[in-house]
T-cell receptor
Framework: DAGVTQSPTHLIKTRGQQVTLRCSPK?????VSWYQQALGQGPQFIFQ???????QRGNFPDRFSGHQFPNYSSELNVNALLLGDSALYLC????????????????FGNGTRLTVT | QKEVEQNSGPLSVPEGAIASLNCTYS??????FFWYRQYSGKSPELIMS??SNGDKEDGRFTAQLNKASQYVSLLIRDSQPSDSATYLC?????????????WGAGTKLIIKP
């Protein structure tokens, strides 16, 4: 049973560039959430996708955008990269999106380590 | 302001002892609470979930929830060096139109052999 897979594992970009990160959810899951985790901090919620639509969004600027495909996989796009965007980006999947979606525990991928120079 | 507070540590515990990790949260209406373990450089993995007041046990792990005090804890009995990790507390809190999982910054636990 494949878990959550993310690609790439590491990425180095220059300020001002754009980046796309990819995620395939755990088999049977239909909801994908993206998080940013800076060193020594807890995960910060970016947004959540369900039925190919953004359902919730955290306090992140519009430079952060995403997409969910019919097969439930998802992409996170970050435009005009800043040094402060350097972090571990985590994708988490779960089943079902409702009033209490997070009652369904999140399963995380191994993350993408983004370094912006 | 939705907040989840944890002592950042590090919390140092001798091997075989009980490790006690604590978490407080701001939203009295919260219903779902989770403990995740994160090894250095790795992604978080679910350890325990708890929804009702009281204790919930799973092997060496016990989660304790007190909604009146807005407090949730994780006890690890017979601590092992492999338990050394950062433990993240996450709480499902009401947003404008839905619920959002709010995370603490984590407590670093070190088990000394």
């Amino acid at each position: 049973d494949a878990g959550v897979t993310q690609s790439p594992t590491h990425l180095i970009k220059t300020r001002g560039q754009q980046v796309t990160l990819r995620c395939s959810p755990k088999s049977g899951h239909d909801t994908v959430s993206w998080y940013q985790q800076a060193l020594g901090q807890g995960p910060q919620f970016i947004f959540q996708y369900y039925e190919e639509e953004e359902r919730q969004r955290g306090n992140f600027p519009d430079r952060f955008s995403g997409h969910q495909f019919p097969n439930y996989s998802s992409e996170l796009n970050v435009n005009a990269l800043l040094l402060g965007d350097s972090a571990l980006y985590l994708c988490a999947s779960s089943y079902g999106q409702g009033v209490r979606v997070y009652d369904s525990p999140l399963h995380f991928g191994n993350g993408t380590r983004l370094t912006v120079t | 302001q939705k907040e989840v507070e944890q002592n950042s540590g590090p919390l140092s515990v001798p091997e075989g002892a009980i490790a006690s990790l604590n978490c407080t949260y701001s939203d009295r209406g919260s219903q779902s609470f989770f403990w995740y373990r994160q090894y250095s450089g790795k992604s978080p993995e679910l350890i325990m979930s708890i929804y009702s007041n009281g204790d919930k046990e799973d092997g060496r792990f016990t989660a304790q929830l007190n909604k009146a005090s807005q407090y949730v804890s994780l006890l690890i009995r017979d601590s092992q060096p492999s338990d050394s990790a950062t433990y993240l507390c996450a709480v499902n809190m009401r947003g404008d139109s839905n619920y959002q999982l709010i995370w603490g910054a984590g407590t670093k636990l070190i088990i000394k052999p």
